[in-house]
C-alpha cells in the first residue's frame, strides 16, 4: 500500500511538471498567434484589392502579354510549394496539409512534380515518398520575414518562367477561426486571364507597362499573405494543442490526487483496524 501510495505521488509530480510547459507553450503560442494574425488580416486585405485591381485591369485589356499570364498544356508537369511546420506539438497540422497534398496530386494523376518543402516534417515525408523535393526551407518555426516571402517568389516565378514547370501550385494551412484550420491547395501561377467584363477604364501610362509592373507586386502580395495565413493557422493549431493537453493534465491530476486520497484513507483505516485488533487481544 505504501509502495502504492508512493508511485501515485510520483505520477502527480510528473503530470504536474508536463502541465507546467503545456501551460507555457499555450501562452507562447497565444502572444505568437496575436502577432501574427495582425499582420496577416492586414496583409489579406491588401492583396485582395490588388488581387481585385489586377482582375479588372486584364479584363480590359485586349491582348495582355505577360509571361506570367502563359497558359500551357501541362506536359512538363507542376510544381507544388508545400508550408507546414518546423516542429510538432501542433495537432493534425502537418498531417491534414500532408494529405490534402496527396490528394490533389491523385487527382492531378501527374508524374513530372516538384516540392518546395517549408518544414522539416513535410519535407522529409515527400522524400522518404521519393519525390523530388527541389528546395526545402527549415528552420522557420512559424517566423515571417520579407526575406522568406521572397525568396519564394523568385524560386516559383524562375521555375515557371524558365520552362521547368507548367504550373505552380502553393498547398497551405488557411486561418478561418481557432479552431478551424482548412487546408487549401491554391494555384499560383499561371495567373487566369480573365475577359468576363469590360470596364472601360482610362489607364495612364499604357496598360502593358502597368502589367508588367503590377504582377511581381501582386505575386510578392500573394505570397506574403499566404506565408502570413499559414503562420498563423500553425500557432492557433498549437495554442488549440496544448491548451487540450493542459486540460487533460488537469483532469488526469483530479483522477491521481483522487486515488491518493482513496490509498491514505485504507492505509489510515488498515492502521485503526489494526490498532484495534491489538487492543482486543490484550484484553483477552
Known amino acids: 500500500m505504501i509502495q502504492n501510495l508512493r508511485q ?146 523568385d524560386e516559383l516565378t524562375d521555375i515557371f518562367l524558365s520552362g521547368t514547370v507548367d504550373e505552380v501550385h502553393i498547398a497551405y494551412t488557411h486561418f478561418s477561426s481557432n479552431l478551424r484550420h482548412i487546408p487549401v491547395v491554391e494555384k499560383f501561377l499561371n495567373i487566369p486571364y480573365l475577359t468576363e467584363q469590360k470596364n472601360y477604364y482610362i489607364l495612364e501610362p499604357d496598360a502593358q507597362v502597368i502589367l508588367d509592373h503590377m504582377v511581381p507586386r501582386y505575386l510578392s502580395a500573394k505570397m506574403n499573405t499566404i506565408v502570413l495565413d499559414a503562420f498563423t493557422a500553425e500557432h492557433s493549431a498549437r495554442m488549440l494543442a496544448m491548451k487540450i493537453a493542459t486540460d487533460n493534465a488537469e483532469e488526469l491530476i483530479d483522477t491521481l490526487t483522487l486515488q491518493r486520497n482513496k490509498a491514505r484513507q485504507a492505509a489510515i483505516t488498515k492502521e485503526v483496524l489494526e490498532i484495534a485488533l491489538s487492543a482486543e487481544a490484550l484484553k483477552d
Do not use: W
Open 8 to 153: 501515485i505521488k510520483s505520477r502527480i509530480k510528473s503530470v504536474e511538471s508536463t502541465r507546467k510547459i503545456t501551460r507555457a507553450m499555450e501562452m507562447v503560442s497565444a502572444a505568437k498567434l496575436s502577432r501574427v494574425r495582425g499582420a496577416f488580416y492586414a496583409s489579406r486585405h491588401y492583396s485582395t484589392n490588388m488581387e481585385s485591381i489586377l482582375k479588372r485591369l486584364l479584363s480590359d485589356i485586349k491582348n495582355a502579354s505577360s509571361p506570367y499570364l502563359e497558359n500551357r498544356d501541362g506536359s512538363k508537369g507542376m510544381a507544388i510549394c508545400i508550408i507546414a511546420s518546423d516542429a510538432g506539438l501542433c495537432g493534425t497540422y502537418n498531417n491534414n496539409i500532408i494529405r490534402a497534398t496527396e490528394n490533389f496530386i491523385n487527382i492531378r494523376n501527374q508524374k513530372n512534380i516538384k516540392i518546395i518543402a517549408i518544414g522539416k516534417e513535410v519535407s522529409a515525408y515527400f522524400k522518404n515518398k521519393g519525390y523530388d523535393v527541389a528546395r526545402s526551407h527549415l528552420g522557420l518555426y512559424g517566423r515571417h520575414s520579407t526575406k522568406i516571402v521572397d525568396d519564394l517568389v
